[in-house]
């Protein structure tokens, strides 16, 4: 479903609101995360890269652009840059094969916060944002319902600390892949649709939570013969961190629109039944002919992880010196 009906004319934007507004904008674009973000130890995470592409590919079809290409649209940090790279275009190429998929654009912030409202969202949109021009969000739910329904389990030690339930041998099937040593569990639901689980417990980028799921589905060979699977029952509700979208914008139009804003929430619950998931993203849009027009300045780069320095000199193809310096040597030397 898309609401992308009405006639777009840009808010007007006075040079007194320009000249109050941009130095905090470009402040606040600034501070935003350069990376994608990595999830922490023993936090559960999701990402949906569908609904974000659903977003963009709406707000450039609302602004006379086309929302298959976003060639026109430029990214200002690494993560923006990886995401147009590695998930964009083909994100938007597939879309058409999501019939699930829901989106609102509109000039009016309160009712795009209103449909999210009315999807069972709790992620809301500044609504008094001064250079705002439009809102978007799209929402995606699926449900899968098993092939045969699993049975709650109550005998395995799992059982003893979490709710459990037991997928049937007859819904399951087990493969291996050469990189990964545990088994990777595809659970059949009748959609045509397959869950697939695999044990995994180091923290984890969000885009790698994609491309790890792609490279799993890669070099598998069905070489596992269990009884089915007994796995936790799943409820799962988090507001993902996509601010590192904030800033990304067009270079085509003079009005130079640019992502003020942009939120996802993703749900996840699973028990004997199925297993169904929910996603929304919702962004703001803004524009300024000279917001964007050259790279807002970035945060001094933190060396705060463990690095590699070499010396070069000119004339000499090797390096006079390098190290790979760890916390065990960060310390003040006094003296050169």
């Known amino acids: 479903m898309s609401d992308v009906k009405q006639q777009y004319i840009p808010r007007p934007i006075t040079a007194e609101t320009l000249e109050k507004v941009l130095p905090a904008e470009q402040a606040r674009i600034a501070s935003m995360p350069q990376e994608c973000p990595q999830s922490l130890e023993g936090v559960s995470t999701a990402f949906s890269a569908f609904t974000i592409a659903k977003c963009l590919g709406e707000a450039n079809a609302f602004i006379g652009q086309s929302d298959r290409d976003l060639s026109n649209w430029e990214g200002i940090n690494l993560a923006q840059v990886e995401f147009v790279e590695s998930f964009l275009q083909q994100h938007l190429n597939e879309m058409q094969d999501i019939p699930e998929m829901k989106c609102v654009v509109d000039t009016d912030v309160s009712k795009v916060n209103a449909f999210l409202k009315e999807e069972g969202f709790s992620i809301q949109l500044q609504e008094n944002h001064p250079l705002a021009q439009f809102a978007v969000a799209s929402v995606l739910k699926v449900l899968l319902e098993w092939q045969r329904k699993a049975t709650r389990e109550y005998d395995s030690e799992l059982s003893k600390k979490y709710d459990t339930i037991k997928l049937h041998k007859e819904t399951t099937q087990f493969f291996e892949h050469p990189q990964h040593h545990e088994p990777i569990v595809r659970v059949l639901a009748k959609s045509g649709d397959s869950l697939f689980m695999t044990k995994y417990s180091r923290p984890i980028r969000q885009f790698d939570l994609v491309s790890l799921a792609n490279s799993f589905m890669t070099h598998q060979s069905q070489n596992w013969d269990f009884k089915g699977c007994i796995a936790p ?104």
């Open 233 to 336: 029952m799943i409820k799962f509700d988090e507001e993902a961190d996509i601010s590192w979208l904030t800033g990304f914008h067009e270079t085509m139009d003079p009005m130079m629109y640019y992502i003020a804003q942009a939120l996802q929430q993703n749900k996840f619950r699973m028990n004997e039944k199925g297993a169904k998931f929910e996603s929304a993203t919702a962004m703001l849009v803004g524009c300024s002919g000279m917001l964007i027009s050259t790279e807002p300045p970035r945060p001094p780069y933190l060396m705060d992880e463990p690095f590699l320095v070499w010396v070069m000199r000119p004339g000499l193809s090797q390096p006079l010196f390098a190290a790979q310096l760890y916390r065990d040597s960060w310390k003040d030397p006094g003296q050169l």
